[in-house]
Structures are given as C-alpha cells and as structure tokens.
C-alpha cells in the first residue's frame, strides 16, 4: 500500500530559506572586541549565502561534491559558510584550528579541500601550511587581521566581501538527495589517522529537530544561545542549524573565548542558553567570582566534551544557571544523550543524581552495552559494558579519503552496524547513561573488567595520596591486570600494603580487583590538554622504567 | 561523496521501543466514569502492543500491510492499536464514529478492513453497519458495553483481552521502508466521496519530533497532555507518537467527554497541557464558571480545528491556561502553524494580535499563496491568496483504492506536488498566516477576490443585522459577484441602501467590493455542525427561490 505523502528531502537549503524568511529578524551577533558587536540579520544571512555560493560556484569553479574547508571562529561569515556550502550540493569540511600543524595538513590533503575560506586572524596559523596543502586553489580572507603571509601563495587570495559583492541575493537551491554529504569533521583520535565523519543533509536536519526538541535544548526564538563550542568542533553541536530551524538568535563570542570578554558579552547582549565544554565554564566562574556581573538572563546552559564537575554543576546552579549535562561525540552528530531529569525526581534529593549522569537517549539514538566477552548486558544501573549506539544520525564507517569509493571500515563499528563508542559505563532501567571509563583504559581481567577510573578515585581519596593513575599490564593468569601508580603527598611514609587495605576497606573495591603491582611516581604523565596520557606509562611499565612492588 | 552516517530508517516501532523502555514508568491514564481511571504505564503498552501483535498475526491473520481499523475513543487500548498495527507492518485505519452509517461503510470497504477493534461502548454503533461491511473477516472487542448486537454476525467476534492472554510480550518489529504506509484516516469532505490520507511511517515519526519541538507543544515526560482531540482524528493531531518518543503521560477522557467529566479530569489528575477543539473548550468554560474548579496545573492549552474565537482565548488567559492556536488538516497530519508569537511581540500589545493568527510555520511546512489568476502572492500580510503547502508530513495525492495501484489525483494537488489546501488567507513578512475564507466561498470578481467572511463580519457589525450570509453569484460583467443575504433583528427598518452605505463607511469594505444584489431571509440555513450552508443558499439563488434586491 502506497503512502500519499510527499516525498520531500530533508535538506540544509530549507532551513536555510525557512530561518532567513520566517525568522528573518532574528539574529546573529558576532562580538568584535568593541561595545558594539556586528549584527547580522538572518534575512541578511539568507541573502548573503546565496552571494557566497554564487561566488564560490561561478568564480571559484566550485562543483559538484567539491569540498570547501573553514578554518574560522565562531561568527556570522562562519554561519553563512555553514548554509551555503552544503545547500549549493559542496561539502563543508570545518578545519580544527586547535590541531597540530602536520594533522590540519594531512586532514585537508584527505579531504581534497579546493577552498579555504579563512578569518584574517587565523592568516598566521594557515599561511605556513600552504605550500603543503596541495589540493586548495583558492583562499578566501573574511575579516580584519594582516594577509601580508599569503603575499606569494600558490593559491590564489580572495577578500570575502569582494567576491560577494554584486552577486545574486537568491540562489536556486539544487534539489538533492537527502542522504547526500553535507558536511565532514575528522575526529583527532590519539591513535592512527584521524577520521573523516561525513554528515549527510538528512542528519543534520534530523539532530537539528532534536536538538529542538524540549527534552534537549528546547530552544524557540525568543531565546539566544551563547554558542561557546566551537563551529570547528562537531558543527558547534548542531547549534547553527538548530538555531536556524526556530529563529534562534545566535550569540557569536568569534575569538574572545576568554573568561572576562564572555562574562562581558552575557552582561551586555543577554543570551537564555549557552553550550560549552567544563574547562571554559569553569574559567567563567572564575571570572564572575572575582568580578560581579548581571548574568541573569542566562537560565540554561547545555554543558558536555567532558563530564562537568558536580562541584562546578552547584556552583553555576548558585548563579541561577541550571546546567543541562549531554553526552556526545563526533561520530554521534555529537547529540547522544541529555540529563533531563525523570518527572519524578524533579524536586527530591534524586533530582541531582539523574543530573550528574552523562543523560537519557532520544528517541533517535538507541543504545546497547557489550560485555568483555561481547556478550550484551542489562540496563540495570551496574553491568558496566561498552555503550555502543545506532541511529540517523550516527556515524555508520569513516569516509575513505580522495578516490577511495568505498568507505573506510574500522573497529569502531559492529558487524550489525552500530557505532562502538569507546566508552564503558552502565544504562538504568530508565535509560540514564554513567559512563565510567574508556574502552582503552578498563583492565580485562579473568573475564572482567576492572574500572581503572574507580579505582584511581578510591586512591585518590587517600590522605597521602596526591595522584593516581591505574592501568592495564600483561597478566599471564588474568590475561591483564591492574598496575597502580601513585604519587604521593609531601612528607608521606604510607606504604603500599596500607593502601591496598584502604582500597579493600568499607567495600570500596571487591578483592579481585585489587591491584598486586604498585609503584610510587613522581608525577602522572599528562596529555597536552591534561589528560592522563596512559600510553606513556604503559610503555614506561614495558621497558622497565618503573620501579615495581609485587605485594 | 558518500556520507558516513548509518542509514537507520524512521519507524514507530522505534517509538514503541524507545517509550516503552526509557520512559517505561509513563502512563496513560484512561477515564473509566470512576473515581480512579484506568493507569497502564509504558511499558506495559509495549509489551501488550507485542501482544497485540501477535495475536493479530497469528490468531487473525493480518499479513502485509493488510488494513486493521479502529472504531475507538481515546484509551490505553487504542494507543496499542496504534503502535502495534504500524510496527507489524500492517496499516491502521481510525474509523471516525461520529461520521453518518453510508459513509463509515463505504470508507471501510474503499480501504478494504480485514479487521475492526471497537470499545464495547461502541457495539451499538457497528453493529448495523456489519452487514455491509463486506471486507471484514475479524471484530475484536475490548472493555464493557453489551456485545449482544453481534451475536449471529458474519464476521468473527474475539474479545480483545483474550486475543492478548499468554502471548509473548516482545515482538521481532520487521524493518520496513520508512516510506511504507502506516495509518490512514478518510478526509470526510463536503462534495464527493471521502479520500483517504495515508501517513507513512517517515511523515509520523518526523510530525512527531516537530510537535515536541519548544516551538509546537514542547512537552516532555515532566508533563501530562490531555487528549481531548480524537484518536479517530487525524491520529489525535500526533498526540499518541509524539508523547511516546519523549515518554509525556496522557490523560484520556474515552466517551466522557461532556464539560462535567472533563473538568472533574482535570482537577483530579492535573494534566499540564490539553489539546482540543474550541466547540468543546467553550463548553469546559460555562462549566468553570458554573462549578468551581481547581484547574491550577493546565497551563498550555492548543486549540485547532477551526479558529479559536479571541473572546474564548482571553477567558482561557485568566484562568492561568495559556492557549496557543494551531491550525491544520487531515493532508498535512495535521500540524501546520502554531501561534507562538515573536520574541519582539512578548509583552507588547502585539502578542495576542500574533496569538490570534493561525500561526506561524515550522521549516517542515513550506508555504506560498496562489491568486486568482495562478500568481504567486507575496507574504505582506495583505495579500490573500489560496494556501498551498509542500513537505514531509503533507499529503501529496489520496489514496487510490483497494486493488489500484496507483494514487488518486486531485485538483487539491497543484502540478508540482503541492496541496492546495482550499483555505485562502495572507501571509505576513514573519510567517504568520491569517485564514479569511474558504476558497469555494470567495468571490473571484474581475480577476480578484472578494473576501464573504470580511462581507458578513461587516454586515453583522451593524445593530439592525442578526446574522448575514454572503455568497458568489454567477454575473455577466464580472464573472461572479457577491449577494447578500440578511436575516434582519425583530422590529428592525433598516434598507439595503443603508446597510450599503454602512459597509461603505468608514474604509471597511472597498467601494468595487460592495454587493449589488441583496435579500433578506428568515434564517442562515446550517449544516449538522452549526456552519453556514452556503450551498443551500447558492442553490436557493440559482432556482429563482430568493427575493432579490438589485442596488
């Protein structure tokens, strides 16, 4: 039987004339350092990127699936690159400027990118890479900023402004497949090449409704959103097609992620919601500490990355910031999860407990867990397994880089196509993710595992202990077990016989999960943004260069 | 470029799986005439909706996309028949009960029922009807009421708890096409045979997600929506899907939907939101006024199915529930505007002038305005054209018929897919649409169009006209022309001259607008529903049967 609905694609192109006709007095706000920030209506954003995929189209030679990189801020060319690109039938590749020289590099060479368009003030980061990025043709400078490095480029150099000048003010839309790609982010992964995740016009529009939805943000146009997250990092979480879709207006900080020009742009331009990661809230809190502002408009704040520190969640919640906690990641559009609390918790002492976890699945991301020996495992709140997840917007394999046809298959996906996350934790009967520990990091001992998270906190709560890290050593009879480094406080004469038993004591660990392998260090290596880096003392335990106590 | 992203398609039955787990603690609430309603959590659903399915599979022998109706009020039971019919593959069909005997017969068999659950309530309605239902092979009762009106019948008679006792409570939902038909529901229609709009699984699953959106309802699991709008119309305008995906609890009043009951609901289960038409909202509120009430909880109320007078809208306002317009239709799911009014609007006098319009579109409805002539007619909320409308949840032909294959034309479907949805109206800058007329009740005079609602409203704002009725008249010159029908005040004197010069006065209606012919008469004749039958009136004019006045 055949339905008699129409059969309309989901494509970026109607959000895009959907939020510049409808919404079009809704606005994007780019601040610019000065009092006053530069405001650009979405009306004006419609017209604009209709210029820009004119320009790119009929004086770039931009065709086809042809991709078009950013390496840009937060801001309203980066919003107008965000719409024009995917809705002319090109491929937005949003560069990470935070990433080493040599990965930005090899990343664009991958994608084939055969444009940059790029902020004058991130000239100075791009301009060294050029001779290597052999496949761009066309460099195109939006903003102020000194071009002086591009002088001699190979590529040629565009003003942004100019090549819009003039052009069409309205575009015909191609009428696409939805499932085409629309967009791609590579994941920087610590180990091998990062990936390419390629989103298709139907996932975005997909997450952008969900991301819509009460139980996410919840956001209409009666709201701006702070957009803390950067558009280079998993399309901003989604938030300028999200935003686009309602009328939201867009609270742009570009450059200024400091603590003191934010606090100074909430004051001023009132925003409802922000979206960032721990680190920047916490200098922000920080800020407001030192500093009084009138932050009062901003009622919601959509934290994720990382886990946000319960501490820091009762901290903001203080200043009558409530933090809505998600979980999420490139390959997952990054909507996962969201902690909405139950009806039932709302007001109770639960309320905060539900608050704390990662959150509960939408609809569109159905979840499972997968046990040490592959086996799936209850949502009961304890069975710790690797969560892995399935949906539309999901990512199903990576792209395979420039005339590769297929995609690129990896061990992150099951044979039945779900995305193995790489995070281990445990789903309530209700749907509420804890996640506890990385895949890489649980030890896998006898057929079990060991949280080497858990057991570092039990350490740390140790008087004398000052750090701990804990991780996986070969184990001829357990296959692995767990090795426990530790860094003591000052003045300290515990030995590891006392630890071990604090470790045992009031239930805190079960005894089979004890270590036998001790070792006292100086310091736990960390990672350039200071993270445990495990790698290294793995590698330090298999050349010798601890100095091992077998109790 | 291929995409990376998993190509998982949108179906119910991941709506059924994701309700009845994540937000397996929800509820649906059934009004029983009792003190205590009938309370099924989610998770039961999903496990009796495998029931169900099982039981229609395997004891019935619903196979394909076989169709099973429903001939049902709003409850528990009819909330399994509409995930358990859609997730087997099979297609539901929501018999409207208040439709005359001809048509529900002839609807059923042009969508050729194999099966029909009914409320016993309802046994005295189908059983006339079951000689002439010819397709039928299978009627299923659930809940109390004399099924002795069956006895003899044709058609095997199961009891619906019977069918479901022992059968498993999971079921293998088979992964259908998105695009498979789902649910259909027959437009009754004022000329013709009805037609059938069929939903597919796609255009449920994405109607749902946009009625959660902050801007539609926004709801979440912290609510309680109260679904007086039918199940047997148009799907409860999404109500049952949407609340299962985002684990909302629904209060279902069943056959009690008289002022008394629903008011008594109300207090006694404090529902957050309600969904109904104005008809029986007005009815709620001379109850209020009567009984005193605590209605505290109902905060958000939308109204839809015709236009909500603004006198009900601001009674609603002071009792603390806030009524948010929505307009619709059986070919577009139905949500197609909502009245959330602009950020700009909030707390100025404009915000009920913008509460009082249909509303506003959401990206998924693509609207444009066609005039007399075919010209596109621009959104400057002046120009008044026929409202067509394009997207993933509109209806873009009906259905063809038992053993057609293809899909049924119409003339409500332009050349290039659009429905035309026979309402005609403007469209303002922002997107707000007002509906003045029916397209069959404008005037096209000269190659424009002369609105009868704007003529009547007019005519009835003078002290001496009770009620006034204008229709178009075939005319020479001008091709149609209004005619005037007065039904005058007791004791009234008052000529068509002055009335003229009344409609004249003051810009209200444009001199080349003003009507010619004129007629007093006892009475507007009406149909069953209390609307101005104004082919009664066209036909009256046509056989010569009116007493007409040429000005």
């Known amino acids: 039987m055949l339905s008699t609905m129409q059969d309309v694609p989901l494509l970026i192109s109607r959000i895009l004339t959907h939020g510049s006709s409808v919404h079009g007095t809704s606005q994007v706000i780019t601040w610019t350092g000065e009092t006053e920030p530069a405001r650009r209506s979405y009306a004006e954003i419609g017209a604009r990127a209709a210029q820009l995929a004119h320009a790119l189209r009929d ?10 990189a950013t390496l840009m801020w937060n801001n309203a060319e980066h919003v107008e690159a965000y719409f024009a690109i995917p809705s002319m039938g090109a491929v937005l590749h949003t560069l990470n400027l935070r990433l080493p020289a040599e ?6 060479g991958h994608a084939a990118d ?30 102020p900023g000194d071009r002086s490095p591009l002088d001699g480029a190979r590529a040629r ?19 696409l497949d939805e499932r085409s790609a629309a967009a791609m982010c590579y994941t920087s992964g610590t180990t091998g090449d990062p990936k390419g995740v390629v989103y298709s016009h ?15 943000m919840g956001l209409t146009d009666q709201d701006t959103t702070l957009v803390v997250v950067p558009q280079f990092h998993v399309n901003a979480w989604g938030l300028p097609h999200a935003t686009f879709m309602t009328g939201v207006n867009m609270l742009m900080p570009d450059r200024f992620l ?52 319960p501490s820091l969640m009762e901290a903001f919640d203080k200043l009558g910031m409530h933090v809505r906690h998600a979980w999420g990641m490139t390959e997952t559009s990054p909507l996962g999860t969201v902690a909405l609390p139950p009806a039932h918790a709302v007001g109770t002492e639960e309320e905060f407990a539900y608050r704390v976890t990662q959150g509960r699945f939408p609809a569109g991301v159905e979840a499972r867990l997968t046990g040490p020996g ?55 009967a209700d749907g509420y993710l804890v996640l506890t520990d990385r895949a890489k990091d649980v030890i896998k001992s006898g057929g079990e595992w060991i949280s080497s998270v858990e057991l570092e906190n039990a350490l740390m709560a140790h008087p004398d202990v000052a750090e701990a890290a804990v991780v996986a050593v070969p184990d001829d009879k357990w296959g692995e077990r767990p090795l426990a480094t530790v860094v003591l406080k000052e003045g300290s004469t515990v030995d590891f016989t006392a630890l071990r038993e604090f470790l045992a004591g009031e239930g805190r660990i079960a005894k089979w999960q004890l270590p036998e392998r001790w070792s006292v260090i100086e ?18 335990y298999a050349e010798g260069e601890l100095d091992i106590t077998q109790l």
Chains 1, 2 share one sequence.
Not at 103 to 108: E, H, V
Not at 115 to 142: D, F, K, R, W
Not at 380 to 400: H, K, M, N, Q
């Open 258 to 309: 400091q603590p003191a020009p934010l606090a100074q742009m909430i004051e001023q331009e009132r925003p409802t919601h922000a979206a960032a990661v721990p680190t920047i809230w916490q200098g922000l809190l920080a800020e407001l500490n030192a500093h009084s502002r009138d932050v009062s408009s901003l009622t919601q704040v959509t934290i994720g990355g990382s886990a946000c520190p």
């Open 157 to 175: 150099v565009h003003d942004y402004e100019e090549l819009l000048a003039g052009k069409p003010t309205t575009y015909a839309w191609p009428e």
């Open 59 to 68: 004086d770039l030679g931009v065709e086809g699936d042809d991709r078009v």
């Open 202 to 216: 139907r996932s975005i529009y997909l997450h952008s409704m969900q991301v819509n939805m009460a139980e996410s």
């Open 103 to 108: 990965q930005l590099t090899w990343i664009a």
């Open 114 to 143: 055969r444009v940059i368009i790029v902020n004058g003030s991130l000239v100075p980061l791009l301009a060294p890479l050029l001779p290597h990025l052999t496949t761009v043709e066309h460099i195109v400078v939006t903003g």
């Open 374 to 428: 592959g086996e799936r495992l209850p949502w009961d709140g304890e069975s710790a397994g690797e969560l892995e997840v399935r949906g539309p917007w999901i990512a199903g394999a990576y792209y395979g880089g420039v005339g590769v046809e297929a995609l690129r298959p990896s061990e992150k996906f099951s044979e039945d196509g779900w995305l193995k996350t790489g995070d281990v934790g445990t789903i309530s």
């Open 523 to 540: 310091a736990v290596p960390k990672t350039s943004v200071g993270k445990f880096d495990k790698k290294v003392l793995r590698r330090q």
